[in-house]
């Protein structure tokens, strides 16, 4: 595990303030100095060393933290504190990773670990909450007060915005790709069998594809292509992708009634390929419901850093403070989305 650090933790510096930003990966981490408006002054993009343990991942994470609090003090910058957002199972009240398949964490007190090992108040969350809390306070859901924020990616998660709210039931809340869409279908790596994860993620499209024609694919993007131009096999891979997570967003509809269905992760950069036809298979199976709209996330890939970054102003500022989902949040005319890869050095 990382070795603590012998000095007290970092007060308030003189100079502008910021934070560090960290979303954490199973292949890869985002990280950012932000500003209070959420403008990135300084990007990094690191490795996730997951093959090595879970111990090395620890360390690398506190490594990036380190390494950001480090640059922002060579600009005479204040860091108010850290945000750091993970994938798995996350309680974000007592700060602990329960348990995270991809990186071989369970029940590992991570905000503590990392503030030991870095001197900077840590505050940590989940990606797709984090995520979630991102698009409902400066994209696709702001000003909405339900919502739903749904990456669809090599897995599949749910951010559930209820009144303002994240609805986070000690970290186990959103875990859409479990809904069992197929009860005959094939076993799924949770235990369960026919989940959602299995038949529509990313991973679970191309692999569906592969094994009704025989030939390999590079994922989810080249099915999607093949649907473009006009191939059965994939057309037929893609409906039933659309099917299922039309299913399971109309049982969402039935008991929390999200105003907004936000979809991002790697499968949303199709576009109105995904949208369109999810739209159409969710409206036919609604009726008294509130029929939700779906739209296309805002802020892309970038989403987990920026939720990590509201935490970390959050926290910074107090839990009295923090701006629930569906009110205005200061920002500036510039979104982050716009920014972000235009990061000043």
Same mark, same amino acid.
């Given at each position: ?19 560090? $930003? =960290? ?13 209070? *408006? ?8 690191? !490795? ?7 111990? $090395?991942?620890?360390? +690398?994470?506190?490594?990036? =933290? ?15 504190? !850290? ?17 995270? #398949? ?9 905000? !503590?670990?990392?503030? +030991? ?16 809390? @991102? ?23 749910? *951010? ?10 000690? &970290? ?6 479990? #809904? ?24 679970? #499209?191309?692999? $569906?594809? +592969?094994?009704?024609?025989?030939? !390999?694919?590079? &994922? @989810? ?7 473009? *131009? ?37 499968? *949303? ?27 296309? $996330? ?13 935490? @970390? ?33």
């Amino acid at each position: 595990m990382p070795t603590p650090m012998t000095s007290a933790p970092r007060g308030v510096a003189d100079g502008p303030e910021c934070v560090v $930003a =960290l979303d954490v990966g199973g292949t890869c981490m985002k990280g950012a100095l932000l500003d209070r *408006a959420l403008r990135p002054l300084h990007t990094v993009r690191r !490795a996730t060393p997951r093959r090595s343990g879970p111990e $090395a991942v620890v360390e +690398e994470i506190a490594a990036v =933290l380190r390494a950001l609090d480090g640059h922002a003090a060579g600009r005479t910058r204040a860091v108010r504190g !850290a945000g750091v957002v993970v994938p798995g199972i996350v309680d974000e009240e007592t700060r602990t990773a329960v348990h995270s #398949v991809n990186l071989g964490w369970r029940d590992l007190p991570l905000g !503590a670990l990392l503030e +030991e090992a870095t001197g900077l108040h840590v505050a940590l969350g989940h990606d797709v909450r984090a995520g979630g809390a @991102a698009e409902g306070r400066l994209g696709a859901a702001r000003g909405v007060r339900d919502a739903w924020f749904v990456p669809v990616g090599t897995g599949i998660a749910a *951010a559930l915005l209820c009144d303002g709210r994240a609805l986070r039931a000690g &970290g186990y809340a959103g875990e859409l790709g479990h #809904v069992v869409v197929d009860p005959g279908g094939a076993p799924c790596a949770c235990g369960g069998r026919g989940c959602l994860e299995g038949v529509a993620s990313a991973a679970a #499209v191309a692999a $569906a594809y +592969e094994a009704r024609t025989g030939r !390999a694919t590079g &994922g @989810a993007a080249e099915v999607a292509a093949a649907v473009v *131009a006009g191939d059965p096999d994939a057309r037929v891979v893609w409906d039933r992708a659309v099917e299922a997570l039309a299913s399971a967003l109309a049982t969402a509809a039935t008991l929390l009634a999200p105003e907004v269905v936000v979809v991002g992760g790697g499968l *949303a950069e199709s576009g109105g390929l995904l949208l369109d036809p999810l739209r159409a298979a969710l409206a036919r199976r609604l009726s008294f419901q509130r029929r939700p709209r779906v739209v296309r $996330a805002a802020l892309g890939d970038r989403a987990g850093c920026l939720g990590a970054g509201l935490a @970390a102003w959050d926290a910074a500022d107090g839990a009295a403070s923090a701006t629930p989902v569906g009110t205005t949040t200061p920002r500036t005319d510039d979104t982050p989305a716009s920014l972000y890869s235009q990061a000043a050095s």
